[in-house]
T-cell receptor, first 114, second 108 residues
Framework: DTGVSQNPRHKITKRGQNVTFRCDPI?????LYWYRQTLGQGPEFLTY????????KSRLLSDRFSAERPKGSFSTLEIQRTEQGDSAMYLC????????????FGQGTRLTVV | AQRVTQPEKLLSVFKGAPVELKCNYS??????LFWYVQYSRQRLQLLLR??SRESIKGFTADLNKGETSFHLKKPFAQEEDSAMYYC??????????FGDGTTLTVKP
């Protein structure tokens, strides 16, 4: 599968622990997005990068959340001191820098905080 | 602020019947609208975008700025169309605002 890759696919963690997710975008894509999806809802925007620069963060992204994209390639999303409300599917997507360009999604990382 | 509403959580039709999945949006600028589909156990993928004015897998969607709608239509539904469908509005930099999705079930 040469599309967007996310690891791990599933993560179960205890409340208060830190977790980190990784996203490998399609190699020539400049833009990388993180979304969060909870049951019964559509994906909600968290943040996006153009190359290595983080250009926008949603208000949903509390100070416990941090994302990086060193060297403009893969990206990591870290959640510190996890809470039960963080349980969700975390989706990564990438695209070219073109108007109306298609975003390609990964299969997501499902986080369960117990 | 932008918003996308898909009023139907669930939609069930028989094979061969027409299907329409509704999407309404609110946005003060010029909208870029998309439909994404997620088949069972697969990733979210683009179905079609309004600017392309294309028909994909028999589906079409017309942007109606007066009614702020972008409904998805297919004249004859097939069982393989059963999936979750999301309407999305792109604003600056390709960031998407999604609706909460409609689960389409096509019965044999």
């Amino acid at each position: 599968d040469t599309g967007v890759s996310q690891n791990p696919r599933h993560k179960i963690t205890k409340r208060g622990q830190n977790v980190t997710f990784r996203c490998d975008p399609i190699s020539e894509h400049n833009r990388l997005y993180w979304y969060r999806q909870t049951l019964g809802q559509g994906p909600e925007f968290l943040t996006y990068f153009q190359n290595e620069a983080q250009l926008e963060k949603s208000r949903l992204l509390s100070d416990r959340f941090s994302a990086e994209r060193p060297k403009g390639s893969f990206s990591t999303l870290e959640i510190q001191r996890t809470e039960q409300g963080d349980s969700a599917m975390y989706l990564c997507a990438s695209s070219l820098v073109l108007p109306n360009d298609e975003a390609f999604f990964g299969q997501g990382t499902r986080l369960t905080v117990v | 602020a932008q918003r996308v509403t898909q009023p139907e959580k669930l939609l069930s039709v028989f094979k061969g019947a027409p299907v329409e999945l509704k999407c309404n949006y609110s946005y003060s600028g010029s909208p870029e609208l998309f439909w994404y589909v997620q088949y069972s156990r697969q990733r979210l993928q683009l179905l079609l975008r309004h600017i392309s004015r294309e028909s994909i897998k028999g589906f079409t969607a017309d942007l109606n700025k007066g009614e702020t709608s972008f409904h998805l239509k297919k004249p004859f539904a097939q069982e393989e169309d059963s999936a979750m469908y999301y309407c999305a509005l792109n604003t600056n930099a390709g960031k998407s605002t999604f609706g909460d999705g409609t689960t389409l079930t096509v019965k044999p």
